[in-house]
């Protein structure tokens, strides 16, 4: 990103110069993230199960626990949270993809949220989800299942530093008002 600038540095107002870093910073972040990304797309997807489980649990989600490989009847993890004094148990499927999510996935997880004694769902993928599917997610009187796509978890994967950490950018500035109290008219 760095380039020739038109001015010697000594020349240009530190307002450019902070625009200057912080549009480097948002330009790192951004390929960090795509990065990011490559990396959950990369993993096999029983490590990306447990990915999960390790951001669900910086969540402040209780017993998390990864479901086995077969006969999981669709889920693919089981949690238990905490709202006020009541704990719920919430399943999720997991979809490590960048493809569409549709309607069918909603229904599956559903129906299956019986058989864990659940009262809602997340699906978490690295894809979109295809249009309408929010509606069905919150259908009226029906089990409220909750939609994570690609972008939504990158987010909460940040937010949360499971696999990313944050490192401090100190910016050094003049301090004009220091100098002008400071100095002496001859």
Same mark, same amino acid.
């Given at each position: 990103?760095?380039?020739?600038?038109?001015?010697?540095?000594?020349?240009?107002?530190?307002?450019?110069?902070?625009?200057?870093?912080?549009?480097?910073?948002?330009?790192?972040?951004?390929?960090?993230?795509?990065?990011?990304?490559?990396?959950?797309?990369?993993?096999?997807?029983?490590?990306?199960?447990?990915?999960?489980?390790?951001?669900?649990?910086?969540?402040?989600?209780?017993?998390?626990?990864? %479901?086995?490989?077969?006969?999981?009847?669709?889920?693919?993890?089981?949690?238990?949270?905490?709202?006020?004094? %009541?704990?719920?148990?919430?399943?999720?499927?997991?979809?490590?993809?960048?493809? %569409?999510?549709?309607?069918?996935?909603?229904?599956?997880?559903?129906?299956?949220?019986?058989?864990?004694?659940?009262?809602?769902?997340?699906?978490?993928?690295?894809?979109?989800?295809?249009?309408?599917?929010?509606?069905?997610?919150?259908?009226?009187?029906?089990?409220?299942?909750?939609?994570? =796509?690609?972008?939504?978890?990158?987010?909460?994967?940040?937010?949360?530093?499971?696999?990313?950490?944050?490192?401090?950018?100190?910016?050094?500035?003049?301090? =004009?008002?220091?100098?002008?109290?400071?100095?002496?008219?001859?």
């Amino acid at each position: 990103y760095l380039k020739s600038f038109p001015q010697s540095e000594a020349d240009r107002k530190p307002s450019s110069q902070r625009t200057d870093v912080a549009l480097a910073v948002r330009a790192f972040n951004e390929a960090q993230i795509e990065a990011l990304r490559g990396r959950l797309m990369g993993l096999e997807p029983y490590a990306f199960e447990h990915f999960i489980k390790e951001l669900l649990e910086a969540m402040d989600y209780e017993n998390v626990e990864v %479901t086995r490989q077969s006969g999981d009847k669709g889920i693919d993890v089981v949690a238990n949270y905490q709202f006020g004094i %009541t704990e719920i148990t919430e399943v999720g499927q997991v979809k490590r993809t960048e493809s %569409t999510i549709g309607r069918r996935v909603i229904d599956e997880l559903r129906g299956a949220l019986p058989y864990h004694q659940a009262i809602r769902g997340t699906i978490i993928t690295l894809g979109p989800f295809a249009r309408g599917v929010e509606d069905s997610a919150l259908f009226p009187g029906a089990a409220p299942i909750t939609l994570i =796509d690609g972008d939504r978890l990158l987010e909460l994967v940040v937010k949360h530093q499971i696999g990313v950490r944050r490192k401090p950018v100190d910016l050094l500035e003049v301090d =004009d008002a220091f100098f002008a109290e400071r100095s002496v008219d001859v």
